[in-house]
């Protein structure tokens, strides 16, 4: 049973650029969440999507945009790169369904790294 | 703003002893705690979780405490194997947010033979 697939696995982008990041979740899970993790912290938090819709946000500038596809798969979008922006993108997916508790398990993908120039 | 707290970096242990990883929070809300652990190139995966209605989950060889009084949760590894080294991250998330979880920063295990 495939897990949580990402592409690209790296990356180089210069700033200023566009970058799009796929995933493809678990099979059986309905939700897919992006998170960031820079060098030397822990994973943050970009955005979640259900049904197609962004569900949820944290705290990251619209320059970060996603997309959910029918099938579940989804996309990471980041415009005008920053140098900032060079961190490990992990998605993770879960079976969130309609309910809304914070007691599903994520499913992390092994992360695409972007570097930034 | 860190709401979730890793203090020690790193940690070594000998094999076959305890390891004890800690993790504070500070936002009251928070009402589910997991462990993840992360080999290198890899992503991370799920190790243990515990709700804020219990303050003692157990499965093989780690067990998670919760004291919410002290908004401190800790990951005991016993008895501790090479195969345990790897980053461990804590994890919290309240329920109305739905799944979306605040991460510590991690610790880096080393389990030495």
């Known amino acids: 049973d495939a897990g949580v697939t990402q592409s690209p696995t790296h990356l180089i982008k210069t700033r200023g650029q566009q970058v799009t990041l796929r995933c493809s979740p678990k099979?059986?899970?309905?939700?897919v969440s992006w998170y960031q993790q820079a060098l030397g912290q822990g994973p943050q938090f970009i955005f979640q999507y259900y049904e197609e819709e962004e569900r949820q946000r944290g705290n990251f500038p619209d320059r970060f945009s996603g997309h959910q596809f029918p099938n579940y798969s989804s996309e990471l979008n980041v415009n005008a790169l920053l140098l900032g922006d060079s961190a490990l993108y992990l998605c993770?997916?879960?079976?969130?369904?309609?309910?809304?508790?914070?007691?599903?398990?994520?499913?992390f993908g092994a992360g695409s790294r972007l570097t930034v120039l | 703003d860190q709401q979730v707290k890793q203090n020690s970096p790193s940690l070594s242990v000998q094999e076959g002893r305890i390891s004890i990883l800690n993790c504070d929070y500070t936002?009251?809300?928070?009402?589910?705690f997991l462990w993840y652990k992360k080999y290198p190139a890899e992503g991370p995966t799920f190790l243990i979780s515990?709700?804020?209605?219990?303050d003692k989950n157990e499965d093989g060889r780690f067990t998670v405490f919760l004291n919410k009084s002290a908004k401190h949760l800790s990951l005991h590894i016993v008895p501790s194997q090479p195969g345990d080294s790897a980053v461990y991250f804590c994890a919290a998330s309240y329920s109305y947010t739905g799944n979306q979880f605040y991460f510590g920063t991690g610790t880096s295990l080393t389990v030495i033979p």
């Open positions: 993770a997916s879960s079976s969130v369904g309609t309910g809304g508790a914070g007691a599903n398990v994520l499913t």
């Open positions: 936002n009251s809300m928070f009402d589910y």
């Open positions: 515990i709700s804020s209605i219990k």
């Open positions: 099979s059986g899970h309905d939700t």
